[in-house]
């Protein structure tokens, strides 16, 4: 089964870049869409951006288009999630885990999750 450490996080005013990482083990990553996903305290856990297996296609929430960018880079088995222009509603804990699809951008049922990487947007 797939592992995943995110890293990267931290505080930062509004305006500001963060660029998480997430490094998995466990399979050969190429095979697995890989997925972003947040949760804010209260909220449920929700699909930020993922990415196909090859790292052609890419999907994003409408709340971070244009802000935020995945890449991956399978040699190093590592995705990333660069963040720009971040904002206050940014703040959460962010995960990586394989996703169902790129279209469908949510956990798949059964998946590890990392311990995540704290988010913070001050204002």
């Known amino acids: 089964q797939l592992q995943f450490v995110e890293s990267g996080g931290g505080l930062v005013q509004a305006g500001g870049s963060l660029r998480l990482s997430c490094a998995a083990s466990?399979?050969?990553?190429?095979?697995?869409?890989i997925g972003w996903f947040r949760q804010a305290p209260g909220k449920e856990r929700e699909g930020v951006s993922c990415?196909?297996?090859?790292?052609?296609?890419?999907n994003y929430a409408d709340s971070v288009k244009g802000r935020f960018t995945i890449s991956r880079d399978n040699a190093k088995s590592t995705v990333y999630l660069q963040m720009n222009s971040l904002k206050p509603e940014d703040t959460a804990v962010y995960y990586c885990?394989?996703?169902?699809?790129?279209?469908?951008?949510?956990?798949?049922?059964?998946?590890?999750w990392g311990q995540g990487t704290q988010v913070t947007v001050s204002s």
């Open positions: 990415i196909s297996s090859s790292g052609e296609s890419t």
């Open positions: 885990g394989e996703s169902v699809g790129v279209r469908a951008c949510m956990p798949t049922p059964g998946g590890s």
């Open positions: 466990g399979f050969t990553l190429d095979y697995y869409a």
